[in-house]
């Protein structure tokens, strides 16, 4: 092949490499405005609604926790059920209400919210939540598979804490009604056997019996411990409760703010705000297709110094989380 055939050829080479170039970026070049739309309907963020059951301050609180935590990791949307407002006979007719506006989600904040989820929505259809609810197998049967947050701090962490924060505590009285707590003094009594740790069990099946109670076995604990118990715990019988154990020098264990203030050594309490941020994040795991189950509640153990000092306690000079000092 002769140069100027070489050269012809190479020629028209090139303009064939430049037609297709050409060819395929005109597809590209249109103007911005005319490039596919995404369906407004397709884009649509997720619809939670958050039924609560009464108009009360942690609830409220949850309510927050739960928007917050939304904020940070989602762009779902949420409308706030306020259960407190509807008489018995209107709920079903609210449910129906709920189930034409297509949520993806519902989060029960509070006993009563979980009931009226739980009863009248199908879960095979939407995904159900709950958070704020203490016992929720007590209040619609252990059978159920429940996904949520339950105000109930399992009792093996319980008696690590108890172990931790009072550790020359090896006689524990734990005041309880049978009827409602049997089978947590059981389980208490499992686990503090495996710490060295002895349960006292001072049943009552009325207030009555409290003082008689305290009387004859205060001298021989070394800790007593109160939980929710519907027979024993009233504001005036944890006011009397403490008081007495305290004047024996023997340290109390109480469950929220109330029973530090009233002068427990020790209490377990909860940040309703950082509980509805909890269930927010669990909502969100739950939409990505996670395996939805209960989770343990986030939170805090109050020492009191200023009872410590009053009962002859050395307070830690540092504490590791959940301890913290109260204020």
């Known amino acids: 092949m002769t140069t100027t055939n070489r050269t012809q050829t190479f020629s028209l080479f090139i303009r064939a490499i430049r037609f297709l170039l050409i060819f395929l970026l005109i597809p590209f070049s249109l ?5 596919p739309t995404v369906n407004a309907e397709e884009a649509e963020v997720p619809r939670i609604a958050v ?150 069990p001072l049943k009552v ?38 008081k007495e154990a305290f004047i024996k020098k023997v340290p109390t264990i109480g469950y929220n703010r109330f029973f530090y203030e009233s002068g427990a050594l020790m209490a377990f309490i909860f940040n309703y705000q950082e509980l509805g941020e909890q269930a927010a994040q669990k909502v969100l795991a739950a939409l990505s297709g996670r395996i939805c189950a209960d989770s343990a509640p986030l939170f805090q153990v109050w020492i009191n110094q200023r009872v410590a000092e009053k009962l002859g306690r050395k307070a830690p000079e540092t504490l590791s989380p959940p301890f913290v000092f109260g204020p």
């Open 31 to 35: 103007p911005l405005n005319e490039f």
């Open 51 to 200: 039924v609560v059951s009464q108009n009360i301050r942690p609830y409220l609180e949850a309510v927050d926790g739960f928007n917050l935590g939304l904020s940070k990791s989602s762009e779902a949307t949420v409308e706030v059920v306020k259960l407190w407002k509807f008489q018995n006979s209107e709920k079903s007719s609210l449910a129906e209400s709920l189930l034409d506006k297509q949520f993806v989600a519902y989060l029960a904040i509070g006993p009563e919210a979980f009931r009226f989820v739980w009863n009248h929505f199908d879960s095979k259809n939407v995904l159900k939540l709950y958070a704020m609810v203490l016992n929720p197998q007590e209040i619609l049967g252990p059978a159920n598979n429940f996904c949520g947050i339950p105000l109930n701090i399992p009792v093996e962490e319980q008696l690590r804490i108890i172990a931790t924060g009072i550790p020359d505590a090896k006689r524990i009285g734990l005041l309880y009604d049978p009827a409602y707590n049997e089978e947590f003094f059981k389980n208490a009594a499992t686990f503090a056997s495996l710490r060295g740790i002895k349960i006292l």
């Open 205 to 242: 099946d009325g207030r009555k019996e409290i003082p008689s109670l305290l009387k004859n076995y205060l001298t021989d604990m070394e800790a007593l411990w109160l939980i929710p118990d519907r027979t024993v715990i009233s504001e005036s019988i944890v006011r009397y409760v403490i």
